[in-house]
């Protein structure tokens, strides 16, 4: 079974502070990974797509790993700030079919 | 470009109704997918495309048909509404299945 976990569930963390969340998948087949953000109500914003052949991306205060062979990935965002506070889901794209399979998220608040 | 749109925003159905999700791209993206956002079951695919003509079944595809006939379009059709389909809807396209994934805004769908 396909199976993507994200932890923590839920983050709050004073402005400035950096941090990490973590995406970790079982299933082999999984060969890129993506990250998103959705704020309430709206769409899901692409972040970074890391292929498979990469081990990091970075765009502006993220940075995103993947390490395929424990099946980890992980996000980082450097100085939060209040903007940032959002859900962000990690999803990995299948070899076979068009297929993104999502982890549940973790909710981030970031306070001012 | 206007990128994914969908289109309504937000609908509302009687049990047995039915009703077409429309999504369209001016990306020229010919890989595109439908999802389904539920509160504790995270997004979860219910049909995709690889390209005109071609559509294929994804997690959940029972209680909904697609076509497509256009590259640009991709539309969602709930044949005989039920409550368990409320839910929030996302259209997604890319270039390649190893390519970023963009999100449409979503139709937000209660049955009743």
């Known amino acids: 079974k396909q199976e993507v976990t994200q932890i923590p569930a839920a983050l709050s963390v004073p402005e400035g502070e950096n941090l990490v969340l973590n995406c970790s998948f079982t299933?082999?087949?999984?060969?890129?990974l993506q990250w998103f953000r959705q704020d309430p109500g709206k769409g899901l914003t692409s972040l970074l797509l890391?292929?498979?052949?990469?081990r990091e991306q970075t765009s502006g205060r993220l940075n995103a790993s993947l390490d395929k062979s424990s099946g980890r990935s992980t996000l980082y965002i450097a100085a939060s700030q209040p903007g940032d506070s959002a859900t962000y889901l990690c999803a990995g794209h299948m070899e076979y079919g068009n297929k993104l399979v999502f982890g549940a998220g973790t909710i981030l608040r970031v306070k001012s | 470009n206007a990128g994914v749109t969908q289109t309504p925003k937000f609908q509302v159905l009687k049990t047995g109704q039915s009703m077409t999700l429309q999504c369209a791209q001016d990306?020229?993206?010919?890989?595109m997918s439908w999802y389904r956002q539920d509160p504790g079951m995270g997004l979860r695919l219910i049909h995709y495309s690889v390209g005109a003509g071609i559509t294929d079944q994804g997690e959940v595809p029972n209680g909904y048909n697609v076509s497509r006939s256009t590259t640009e379009d991709f539309p969602l059709r709930l044949l005989s509404a039920a409550p368990s389909q409320t839910s929030v809807y996302f259209c997604a396209s890319s270039y390649s299945t190893s390519g970023t994934q963009y999100f449409g805004p979503g139709t937000r769908l209660t049955v009743l």
């Open positions: 990306m020229n993206h010919e890989y």
């Open positions: 890391i292929q498979s052949s990469q």
């Open positions: 299933d082999s087949a999984i060969y890129n």
